[in-house]
């Protein structure tokens, strides 16, 4: 199935060439987040935040057809 | 003229507006050692010169700069400086640490700092070049924006003259004006700008020759320096702070479900895309500013239209507190507008915070029926209504109709209009939230309730910094890689707990915050996500600057002895547990957002606070105990709280 990630902050690096803050692409049904993030390469730890239609989620959940996630990694620290 | 010490000129200026009389005080080296800079040595003479509870926009409130051994040094972070007074806003101390240039070019002048007592009769301002100290006439000044009195006074001097002012709102004493440094730096909480006023003191313009400063082990601090070099080389959370800078956030904070929006009922924005930080630098960003001799360079800088709404660029960016405040909390979903909002405070001199807060505060009124157009003089007040607040803002700053009302903070102009307005003032003592939901972030509720100056989100690293699962004793992910082991904070806590371990780290995380606000550091050279310099190496920074024999521990002692003062200092003000809590608000369920539902739970709270008192050396109702202040050696202090029955 087809979605769209943006990709925040220093994760900015995971973009296709072409489309800076932005990995589209197809994943396997069924897929969950961790399996999202494993597939574009992003080491879990560098991730604070991933949200599937605007709503944030834990790793394990399921990833909809169409869905548009986000993937953040800067975090309101005290600045 | 020789510099005595190293990184210090062991030299203030003490300037009495009242008579016109400037002297030269020489304090103790001992003075320096122990109260070192920054807010604890401005705390010193405060807490000896001001009588307790002066009206603070009387003439006998006290006005005072300070820098630090370390301000100017050539190393990245080092460009701060620190005014304290009683605030007008909450009656506490205010304590505000601001970057850019000006602190720097007081030291190149040859001084330490700047106490300014009384009130002139006339609108004046300060000229220091070097040794030569003036008092000027402000007539021609009085009443025009920062900018243009920016642009008067480079012209009168030289455009190399750094100038630190207030604005109309200060003029004006509106309880939340800001003092702004060359239109882009701030001291923007607690209403100083309004103390400048209340003096009738427009501007301080320094310019100093003495470039050069002397340290003790230059080529000790050029080590520091390759250590921070190879820090923030390629270090990806220091490579996007100076991309996009604090807004870099805004996006998290949203899913996250802290992001205030709408007066802090939600935690969440659906339009945050819209404004994102990445948003502002594609439409309207410019190549980001520094301060002096810093490598991160975040400082935002934005110019551009929407064709509705304009930033001319003469005023720096919002930060992402401004951008959350004039933002989400508004319901604005208008990255030119929010900027253009944030461009009209800068110009007037208004703290962004207060000014989005306080706005927030009469927007929430308005729609529950409690404010009418008969309260705010026929103005229909709606969320995500920008031209209606840029409208507000001016007249809050020249206290015109309702904005005079809204002058005094949310708080007062709640007490003003009644009908149990004050359940929707969102602030600590006075002084409006920063942009950070604490029912997310549970020590962030601590930080505010307890900060001695008001809500203030610069106590403590927050809850974030040390939530992630895992032993972090041993195993750190790069985020989370914060050094923060150095002061035995081994986590982790989870972000909604208030449990002893989140006391005991927001204890830690205080006072080496207090210890850049002592040493007016630039958190953004250390904060823990940067790790830049970690504690180890910023006290290298002081030992190789001022040859001084001092170690983390001592520092941590100046940091805890500054956060003692204050409290000391608010105790003699009349301040008690009662004031040291959130509001209402906090305790009930998030309406909206990822954290719907989500309230800090009242009991823990309650407990906590008194845990916090109790690991700081202060007695059950807050007020630090002899023992603590004798350890501090800071006896002297015990007499004053004695003096007052306190």
């Known amino acids: ?79 | 003229m020789e510099q005595e010490y190293c990184g210090f000129w062991g030299r203030i200026l003490r300037v009495d507006l009242t008579t016109g009389a400037t002297s030269v005080e020489k304090p103790d080296s001992k003075i320096y050692r122990q109260y070192m800079g920054g807010s604890s040595l401005a705390s010193y003479f405060l807490l000896h010169e001001l009588p307790p509870k002066t009206d603070p926009l009387s003439p006998e409130n006290i006005l005072i700069f300070t820098t630090s051994p370390v301000t100017g040094s050539p190393i990245s972070g080092q460009a701060r400086h620190t005014a304290v007074s009683r605030s007008p806003l909450s009656g506490t101390i205010a304590d505000s640490q601001c970057g850019g240039w000006w602190g720097v070019e007081l030291k190149f002048a040859g001084w330490d700092g700047i106490i300014i007592k009384g009130a002139s009769s006339q609108p004046v301002y300060l000229y220091i070049e070097d040794d030569q100290v003036q008092i000027l006439s402000a007539d021609t000044l009085w009443g025009k924006t920062t900018g243009e009195v920016q642009d008067l006074l480079h012209e009168a001097h030289s455009d190399k003259a750094r100038i630190l002012q207030c604005g109309p709102a200060g003029e004006n004493l509106v309880r939340f004006a800001m003092i702004t440094s060359d239109l882009r730096d701030f001291h923007g909480r607690g209403g100083l700008g309004a103390v400048m006023g209340s003096k009738k003191l427009r501007a301080v313009v320094v310019k100093g020759s003495h470039r050069k400063l002397k340290l003790a082990d230059p080529d000790g601090l050029k080590v520091v320096r390759d250590w921070f070099n190879r820090g923030v080389k390629d270090h990806p959370a220091i490579s996007l702070h100076h991309k996009l800078g604090t807004p870099k956030i805004m996006i998290s904070q949203s899913l996250a479900g802290v992001l205030p929006t709408y007066n802090f009922q939600d935690g969440s924005f659906a339009q945050i895309e819209e404004i994102s930080g990445e948003v502002m630098n594609d439409k309207i960003g410019e190549k980001p500013e520094t301060c002096y001799a810093c490598a991160v360079a975040c400082k935002r800088n934005v110019k551009g239209t929407d064709g509705k709404f304009e930033v001319s660029g003469k005023y720096g960016g919002p930060e992402y507190e401004t951008l959350g405040l004039l933002g989400p909390n508004l319901g604005v979903d208008n990255i030119v507008a929010i900027a253009q909002c944030n461009e009209a405070c800068n110009a007037l001199g208004l703290d962004t915070i207060s000014s989005g807060m306080t706005l927030s505060w009469a927007v929430e009124c308005f729609e529950r029926g409690l404010l009418t157009e008969e309260d705010t003089g026929g103005i229909k007040l709606e969320w995500n209504d920008p031209m209606t607040y840029l409208d507000l803002l001016n007249k809050i700053a020249r206290r015109e109709g309702f904005g005079d009302i809204l002058a005094e903070g949310s708080l007062r102009a709640a007490k003003h209009f009644g009908k149990g307005m004050e359940k929707y003032s969102i602030q600590v003592k006075g002084q409006e939230f920063p942009a950070h939901e604490p029912r997310g972030k549970w020590g962030v509720a601590l930080g505010y309730a307890a900060s001695p100056i008001g809500a203030d989100h610069i106590q403590a690293a927050h809850d974030p910094c040390f939530d992630t699962p895992g032993d972090h004793s041993t195993e750190y992910n790069w985020v989370d890689e914060t050094d923060l082991r150095q002061l035995g904070v081994l986590g982790p806590v989870p972000s909604e707990d208030i449990s002893p371990a989140k006391v005991r780290n927001f204890v830690y995380l205080q006072q080496i915050w207090a210890v850049h606000h002592v040493l007016d550091w630039c958190i953004f050279t250390a904060v823990p996500e940067f790790r830049a310099l970690s504690p180890n190496q910023l006290t290298e920074i002081v030992r190789t600057v001022t040859g001084w024999d001092t170690s983390l521990f001592d520092l941590m002692k100046a940091g805890e002895r500054a956060i003692t003062m204050s409290r000391a200092f608010n105790c003699l003000q009349g301040f008690t547990p009662d004031d040291d809590i959130v509001p209402d608000r906090f305790f009930e369920p998030m309406r909206g957002g990822t954290l719907k539902g989500h309230a800090i739970d009242r009991e823990q709270f309650l407990e906590a606070r008194q845990l916090y008192y109790g690991m700081m050396g202060w007695d059950e109702y807050g007020v630090p105990t002899r023992a603590k202040l004798e350890e501090l050696n800071i006896g002297w202090i015990w007499d004053l709280l004695q003096k007052k029955n306190v």
């Open chain 1, 1 to 79: 199935m087809e979605i769209q990630v943006k990709l925040y902050g220093s994760l900015n690096r995971f973009s296709q060439p072409d489309t800076p803050g932005l990995w589209q692409g197809e994943i396997p049904q069924g897929s969950r987040l961790q399996d999202l993030i494993a597939q574009i390469g992003i080491p879990e730890k560098e991730i604070w935040i991933a949200a599937i239609n605007g709503a944030a989620n834990a790793f394990d959940a399921e990833i909809p057809d169409g869905a548009k996630v986000i993937i953040v990694t800067a975090r309101g620290s005290g600045g």
